[in-house]
């Protein structure tokens, strides 16, 4: 089975510009979760998709925002970008989602805005 | 903030040494997590349990629902086990721990 998938992996940006990263979760995975990582504030949850429904949301301004299509893909999109924006962003994928399901990471998209 | 403790932050081990990292939380979880990543970004799900105890080869978790705190244990430690790692403890979201920097020195 193929594993999770991001893309680009990595992504220069200038403030004031908007991006959108991609997950494509493995087979049968329903259940897609975005993540923020900076050195700053570690890792943060963003928010959960399962089953193109947005099920959960972190505490992130209304600038982030995602979707879940049919065949699970995800996709996020950061518009205004900030220099606070920068991090690396990690999607992973599960079955049920929930906390009680593994999760599965992927590589990572890392975002430097300038 | 401060919803997950997570000791110590950074740990340096002579190879062969039983290592042990804490985790405590405050927040009501259905699930605890505990991740590794590795320099270069990658993360791994190392364990998910909800309660008593799991081994997978070196490695073992256990976690106390009651007192909101979980270990994760490695015996005779390596240096392929130089990494991050950190709890996530999961109820509606996941929370996470600050990590816990392990070197392990031949």
């Known amino acids: 089975k193929a594993g999770v998938t991001q893309t680009p992996r990595y992504l220069i940006k200038t403030r004031g510009q908007q991006v959108t990263l991609s997950c494509s979760p493995i087979?049968?995975?329903?259940?897609v979760s975005w993540y923020q990582q900076t050195p700053g504030q570690g890792l943060q949850f963003l928010f959960e998709?399962?089953?193109?429904?947005?099920?959960n949301k972190g505490n992130f301004p209304g600038r982030f925002s995602g979707r879940q299509f049919s065949n699970s893909r995800s996709e996020m999109n950061v518009s205004t970008l900030e220099l606070g924006d920068s991090a690396l962003y990690l999607c992973?994928?599960?079955?049920?989602?929930?906390?009680?399901?593994?999760?599965?990471f992927g590589p990572g998209t890392r975002l430097t805005v300038t | 903030k401060n919803e997950v403790e997570q000791s110590p932050q950074n740990l340096t081990a002579q190879e062969g040494e039983f290592i042990t990292i804490n985790c405590s939380y405050s927040?009501?979880?259905?699930?605890l997590h505990w991740l590794q990543q590795h320099p270069g970004g990658g993360i791994v799900s190392l364990f998910m349990?909800?309660?008593g105890k799991k081994k997978h080869g070196r490695l073992i978790a256990t976690i106390n629902i009651q007192e909101k705190h979980s270990s994760l244990h490695i015996t005779a430690s390596h240096p392929r086990d130089s990494a991050v790692y950190i709890c996530?403890?999961?109820?509606?979201?996941?929370?996470f721990g600050t990590g816990t920097s392990l070197t392990v020195i031949p």
């Open positions: 996530a403890p999961t109820g509606n979201q996941f929370y």
């Open positions: 927040v009501g979880i259905s699930a």
């Open positions: 349990l909800s309660s």
């Open positions: 992973a994928s599960s079955f049920r989602g929930r906390g009680d399901y593994e999760q599965y």
């Open positions: 087979s049968g995975h329903r259940s």
């Open positions: 998709y399962f089953s193109e429904t947005q099920r």
